[in-house]
């Protein structure tokens, strides 16, 4: 048995075998991801009201319609078909006028094109729909990462430690950092910056086994990975 074999999104396309099973990765998958989703809606300059009953509405049809199971050759990915489906929704929703919601009936909004829904200035072609979801798909791999890079450091009872050095995986600290956090520890310079490399090391484990959650094979690992780089300024180095 592979890796692939049990990854939540390997389940959710097995679901003629354990539909149950199926169901419970597919709203996992579903809960964790549900910020790319919300980014693309609102980059279509919908109010914020409305971005967030067309999300609810989005994964309400998702899982009860089973697009993952109607889309062989988008199949590789969840983020792909999770994106492409989108797409189609909102474009069906843009299409109607009203939305039925808490019994009665409502007007989806949309802001002036140039306006986000929290009023600040849009540039005209850098801050697209499509670049939003991708980059609110990034950023919820790596925090979850971190976050579980944090659980680990809290189980060996190292929580202090991991928050001073948290701001140090990302960006290279300078030797008075490095020096501070040693003073305050007790440690030696060396110590924390291997320490530093230890961490960066183990958020890139995370990340991937994350991002293989979503994925069928290495090739579509290995492209996920590469895309979450171009995806979002958080490069380990």
Known sequence: MTRFQTTRWSVVLNARKEPELARQALEFLCRTYRSPVYAFISGHNYTAESAEDLTQAFFARFIEEAYYLKADPLRGRFRTLLLTALKRFLDDACDRETAVKRGGRMQFQALDSTTSSNG??????????????????????????????????????????????????????????????????????????????????????????????????????????????????????
Request: aromatic share 6%.
């Open 120 to 237: 600040a200035t849009r540039i005209p072609g850098h801050d697209t729909p499509e670049f939003a979801f991708h980059r609110a798909w990034a950023h919820t791999v790596v925090q979850s990462a971190l976050r579980q890079l944090r659980g680990e450091a809290r189980e060996a009872g190292k929580t202090g430690l991991f928050d001073e050095l948290s701001a140090f995986i990302a960006e290279r600290p300078d030797d008075d950092d490095y020096a501070r956090v040693a003073a305050k520890f007790g440690m030696r310079r060396n110590t924390i910056a291997v320490a530093v490399h230890r961490l960066r090391h183990r958020l890139r484990e995370l990340i991937r086994e994350q991002l293989a959650d979503t994925a069928v094979d290495d090739t579509e690992l290995d492209r996920e990975l590469r895309e979450l780089g171009r995806s979002f300024d958080l490069l380990l180095p």
